[in-house]
């Protein structure tokens, strides 16, 4: 079955410092993958994906991506976490043969210390 | 152009009740899912459609069921509502199936 795990439930960075968010994913072919990030009391908003080509992707709000098939990983990154970072992250897997039907991982809250 | 839009916003019933959440898609967007995020927990996706046809359900039980308009606006019905319920129900359209996107939400309170 298809799954997304989240090691880190909670991680807490200090503003300026870099970061790194796991999520490692178990599919059977190659899936889309997707990261999205959730403020408080919002929906989902699209970072970035991955479905082929190039294994790091670019995303919006200075955000990255590799995707390592022999790790079956699709870490994010962020090189200088800004206080507006704060906020509920999700990696997904797309599965395209269902219409694009995404199975998330439980989420990684991430609080940025001043 | 409007995103993905979800009535009401939030929603307070008992349990037994039954409660019709509704989404409208982006303009020219025929798909619509619908997921279910339990506070704390990933969105579980519960149902997919396109073009007025059911494509996919999640592992849910028939209390929940959906609809799909010919407008391609949808609403989600979930009956004999249970405390289990409580959740925010997340409405997302798409074109194709490598994006979708998400409104802003129905959160969902059972007492």
């Known amino acids: 079955a298809q799954s997304v795990t989240q090691p880190d439930i909670h991680i807490t960075v200090s503003e300026g410092a870099s970061l790194e968010l796991r999520c490692n994913y178990s599919?059977?072919?190659?899936?889309?993958l997707f990261w999205y990030v959730q403020s408080p009391g919002q929906g989902l908003q699209l970072l970035l994906k991955?479905?082929?080509?190039?294994?790091l992707v670019q995303g919006i709000k200075g955000f990255e991506a590799e995707f390592k098939r022999s790790q079956s990983s699709f870490n994010l990154r962020k090189p200088s976490v800004h206080w507006s970072d704060a906020a509920e992250y999700f990696c997904a897997v797309g599965l395209y043969n269902q219409g694009g039907k995404l199975i998330f991982g439980q989420g990684t809250e991430l609080s940025v210390k001043p | 152009d409007a995103g993905v839009t979800q009535s009401p916003t939030h929603l307070i019933k008992t349990r037994g009740q039954h409660v019709t959440l509704r989404c409208s898609p982006i303009?020219?967007?025929?798909?619509v899912s619908w997921y279910q995020q339990v506070l704390g927990q990933g969105p579980q996706f519960i149902f997919q459609y396109y073009e007025k046809e059911e494509r996919g359900r999640g592992n849910f039980p028939d209390r929940f069921s959906a609809r799909q308009f010919p407008n391609y606006s949808s609403e989600l019905n979930v009956n004999a509502l249970l405390l289990g319920d409580s959740a925010l129900y997340l409405c997302a359209s798409s074109t194709r199936a490598d994006r979708q996107f998400f409104g802003p939400g129905t959160r969902l309170t059972v007492l």
């Open positions: 303009s020219g967007h025929k798909s």
């Open positions: 599919y059977g072919a190659t899936p889309y």
């Open positions: 991955y479905f082929s080509g190039d294994t």
